[in-house]
Every structure is written in C-alpha cells, then in structure tokens.
C-alpha cells in the first residue's frame, strides 16, 4: 500500500495514459515499418537499393527536396521582414496583425487549396479578368503547374513561419538597437550585427516547421500541380490504397523521416523559446562571418574609412529613427503581404454567395443557393455530423490526457521534462504522410482501420500535442505557492487542484481543446489513410468533390470551415477575460 502511495506521488505517471497511446498508435508501429524497411529479420538495405535504382523515385525525391526548400525560402523571405514589422507596430496595431496572421493559420489548409483553384482556374478571378479586358483571347493554364503549387504551399506555411519569428523577436530588447544606433552604427548594420543574430531562434525554427510540414504535404501539390509536380507524400499514398506493399512504403516513409531528423538533429527545433544561447549567438553566429573576405575587405575598409568616421561622428549619441520613405515601404510591404494571406478566404466568401452554376469572379447575382445545396443534401450534412462526432470525441481524449500529461511534465525533471515534451510532440514534428502510414499500420494490428474508434485515436496522437504544449505554457507561469497555501490551510490535493489549480489554468486548457478540435475537424492526409471506404469526414468529402468536380457549394463549404477559427478564437477571448475576476479572488483567498 505504501509502494502504491509513493507511485502515486510520482508525477511522471500522469503522462503514462498519453504515452500509452502514443506507443500503440505510433511508436511500436513506427519500429516495426523501420525493421520491414531493412527487410527484417534478414536486416538488409536491398529496398534502399532498389528504390534509389529506379530513376522515377529519385526524381520525385529530389523535387520533393527542391519544392520544399524554395517554399521554405520563400516563406522566410516574405515572413522575416513581416515578422519585424508586426513587432515594431504600436501595441493595437500589432494585436490586430497577429490576428490576420493567426486566422488563416487556423483556418482549413483545404479551404485555402481550394480559394487558389478558384483563382487560378480556367474559369477563375485571373482568367476571367483578363478576358474581361480582352488581354487575352482564351484561358491561360496558370493552375496545374509549379509556380500554383508554390502560391498555395506559401500561403498555408507562412504564417506557421511568422509565429515563432514574432514570438521570438517579441522579446527582444529594442534599446539594444537604439544603443548601436547611438554609437554610430547605420540602421543596416545596427540591424545585421545586433538584432538578426538575437533573431536566429525564430529563424531555425520556423525554418526547420516549414521544411519538415512541407516534405509531407499530399494535398496542395496533387489539387494545384501536374504531373511533373508529384511529391514523395503522394506516391506512398497512392501506394497505400492501391499495392498495399509494405516494404515500399516504409522504405519511401523513412527516406522522408531520416531527412527530417538529420536537419532536425543538426540544426536543432527550439520549441521552448528559451533565450540561454542569445548571447552566444550573437558573437559566433554565422552572419557575422559571412562576409569575411579577407584582404579585399580589408582594403575596402580602409579606402571607407575616412568616410565612415565623419559619419560615425555625425551620429554618435543619437538613436537614430526610420526615415519615412522607410516607413512607407513597410507599410506598404506589410499590406501586401497581408493581402495575400486574407484576400483568397475573402474571395471564396464571396463566390460562396454567387448565383452562377460555375465558379465566376464577380459573380452575376448573389444567391444562398449553395448553402442550400449543402444542408439539403444528406452526403454533406453525413459528412459534417461525423466530422462533428469524431472532433469533439477527439477533444475530450487530448484534452484529458495533455492535460495530465502537461500537468505531470511541469512538475518532473527539466531534462525527463523536455525529453518526454519532444516525444509526445513527435507525430507534430515529422512529416504527416509517415505518421499517417505509421498510423495506418498500428490500426490494422488493432482490427481498427475503418472504424470512428480507429479515426479518434489517430487524431487524438497529433492532437495531445497541442493539448501538452498550450496548458504546459499555462503551467509555466503557475504560482506553485497558491496551491501550498490551499495546503497549509487543510485542502486536500484534490481539492486544491479543483478549486485553485483547475480554474487558473482553464484558459489554457480551453485553448488546447480548441486547437485539439480545429486538428480533427481539418484533418485529411493521415484521415484519407485510415477511414477506409466506410466512413466519410468533411475534409474527405470535401477533397473528392475537389478532385472530381468543381461544384459552388465546396465554396460554401469552404466559408463554413474559415467562419470555425474566428468563432474559436471569439470563445477563447471571452474565455480568458472572464478568467480575470476569478483568478484575483483565487489570489485573495485560494480556498474560496
């Protein structure tokens, strides 16, 4: 009895129910694809070879890679200076930029594929602008081809690389900038040599998100490419319904994974935001050797030299402010980039509301006939109540046991907390399409493919990492002294974690549930795997119209499921600020 209190008081078992069903539905299935790649129990690399001997698998490898790294490019391209101009707006302002970022980024990837396809199609904004305007005499092929495929992987993951840049840019002291500027430092270099290198957490790990998410996507490739346009993700799942060959798969899964964790070993995914390196940073970062170029840097320095100290002088002790030219170019920058994460939802709302039998932009007439079609017909409403069903089933199981697994981490060692955190955030961290046929694999040893059952708990293993990572940041800022005074005052733990833990960690327990939700309601890739052909979600339903036909009532659909996030966020908003008043009476008396 003494041994099972002792066990009891352990708080690394709260995190057992999660890491239970993380090792069913991921883990041991993940090993055993590892050993069916190596041709197991012979272990050889004979499917290695014969995959890498086929010319048609090392293309598509490559430009898996290629498509990848430009999309990535270009998202830290557009999303830096982005990130860095939301950081320097006044505080409203920077509020309200943050939200235009975060909407699309909860928004359904499908929805947004399918804004693209309206404006990239034959018969779609640009195409029938140019008509309009007698540019041209027939449709141009603007979809179907990598440059659409580029468009709509950028517009889904550049807010997945404005996040963490503001996050980390957010706390960086801008008086250091000011204090260069005093001492004569340009806006340029001021910028390069003290604010870029303090930047650099945000930069890898944005980076690192965007690459790893963009070497599993399946969908926004197969709906706005061609041909020449395949990724890897799409040839394992077509393998996944069609041979069924197991070798295969694994082998082509684990040449998409060990990509991912080489570039995640090297380069390291910071997911804590923690600052202990900066200073290090700072003085042996890269772009402070980047243009080391020896003697010929040297003399150019020397015939600068002269010029330099006037200006130094000139500008010594003064902090120096943006010119306006500056600030109309970022401006100017930041509505740009604005409107293309916003206008594609804006233009699908519109066309949701259009009177015509194909997709026309402006639309004739403006009609509801279209979200008629969509609660007149049963296979949609079907689709929408399953979607329902499973999300909130999905909800109720991450959020229950993230919770106790983020209760149970914040109160462990720092490094069995950080090392349990990166485990249970794997299925978040690697390519989707491998989670998916790991997944797939552990429901067929469960007798479960094709069932809600199977659907809920390969939701559920991507889902609980949101649930860890939102409440255990909850946690972080927890005063573990409110529940010792609960204590001292005869409250059981029970009882002080109903009455004074729970409510001041509701907020973030209610935006884990959010979160855990938006991932069900929106999932496809790893859902498309595992339903089988006997339950059909929103997304599922959604994506086979999408490849079949181009019917209005998708864009009706597609407004459904971009009007979700903003109604989540309204309820999270009112949620936190009514937690206000409770958490200063809790602060007054812990008991009450």
């Keep these: ?37 190596l041709d ?17 698998n090392v293309r598509v490898l490559v430009q898996t890679i290629e498509i990848s790294a430009v999309a990535t490019a270009i998202c830290l391209i557009i999303g830096y200076p982005t990130a860095y101009l939301i950081v320097l707006a006044p505080n409203r302002l920077r509020v309200a930029l943050i939200v235009l970022v975060v909407i699309p980024y909860l928004t359904s990837g499908l929805a ?62 801008r008086s250091l900038m000011a204090a260069a500027r005093s001492m004569g430092a340009g806006p340029f270099a001021a910028f390069w040599r ?33 041909l020449g346009d395949a990724m890897l993700s799409t040839f394992i799942a077509a393998q996944v319904k069609t ?57 150019l320095g020397e015939l600068l030299a002269p010029n330099r100290a006037k200006r130094w002088t000139a500008q010594l002790y003064h902090a120096g402010s943006d010119s306006r030219s500056s600030k109309i170019v970022g401006t100017l920058f930041i509505v740009l980039v604005m409107f293309y994460l916003i206008f594609p939802e804006v233009l699908v709302v519109a066309m949701s509301f259009s009177a015509d039998r194909f997709l026309k932009f402006p639309p004739s007439d403006f009609s509801l006939q279209w979200y008629r079609n969509f609660f007149a017909d049963p296979s949609w409403i079907g689709a929408a109540w399953t979607s329902i069903q499973i999300g909130i089933a999905v909800t109720i199981v991450s959020t229950s046991f993230g919770t106790l697994a983020a209760y149970g981490l914040s109160r462990t060692l720092p490094r ?45 293993i991507g889902a609980m990492g949101y649930v860890v990572v939102i409440v255990s940041s909850t946690l972080a800022n927890f005063d573990r002294r409110l529940e010792q005074a609960a204590m001292s005052m005869r409250a ?79 309820v999270l908003y009112a949620t936190w600020w009514r937690s206000g008043p409770r958490a200063q009476r809790l602060l007054a008396d812990p008991t009450a």
């Design 1 to 37: 009895m003494q041994k099972l209190r002792k066990l009891g008081r352990m708080p690394i078992i709260l995190t057992f129910p999660s890491l239970a069903i993380l090792l069913v539905i991921f883990g041991i299935p993940i090993v055993l694809l590892f050993l069916t790649s």
């Design 40 to 56: 197991s129990p012979a272990f050889s690399f004979a499917h290695y070879r014969s995959f890498f001997d086929q010319p048609a």
């Design 112 to 173: 947004r594929t399918y804004a693209w396809i309206v404006i990239l199609g034959d018969r779609g904004l640009i195409n029938n602008l140019l008509l309009d305007l007698r540019l041209v005499s027939s449709p141009l092929q603007i979809i179907y081809n990598r440059i659409a495929v580029y468009l709509g992987i950028v517009h889904i993951m550049l807010p997945m690389m404005i996040l963490p840049l503001v996050s980390v840019m957010i706390g960086i002291d």
């Design 194 to 226: 003290v604010f870029f290198p303090l930047s650099l957490p945000g930069v890898r790990s944005g980076s690192l998100l965007v690459f790893v998410i963009c070497l599993g996507f399946y969908i926004t490739p197969a709906a706005l490419g061609g």
């Design 243 to 299: 041979s069924l060959n197991m070798a295969n798969i694994a082998t082509a899964a684990f040449i998409l994974l060990a990509i991912a964790i080489v570039l995640l070993s090297i380069l390291g995914l910071d997911l804590s935001g923690a600052r202990a390196h900066t200073a290090q940073a700072a003085r042996k970062s890269w772009p402070s050797q980047l243009f080391s170029f020896g003697k010929l840097r040297l003399y």
């Design 416 to 460: 069995v907390r950080g090392f349990l955190t990166m485990v249970i955030l794997t299925p978040n961290t690697v390519p989707v399409i491998v989670v998916g046929v790991a997944t797939y694999l552990g429901l067929v040893n469960l007798g479960l493919i094709g069932s809600r059952g199977g659907i809920i708990l390969a939701h559920s």
């Design 492 to 570: 059981g733990p029970f009882r002080t974690f109903s009455r004074v833990t729970l409510p001041l960690i509701r907020p973030g327990i209610l935006g884990g549930a959010v979160f855990a939700f938006l991932h069900s309601f929106d999932e496809v890739v790893v859902t498309s795997l595992v339903s089988g052909f006997s339950i059909g979600t929103l997304p599922l339903k959604m994506w086979e119209d999408i490849r079949h036909q181009v019917d209005p009532t998708i864009a009706a659909v597609a407004t459904l499921l971009m009007f979700l996030p903003v109604l989540c966020l309204i």
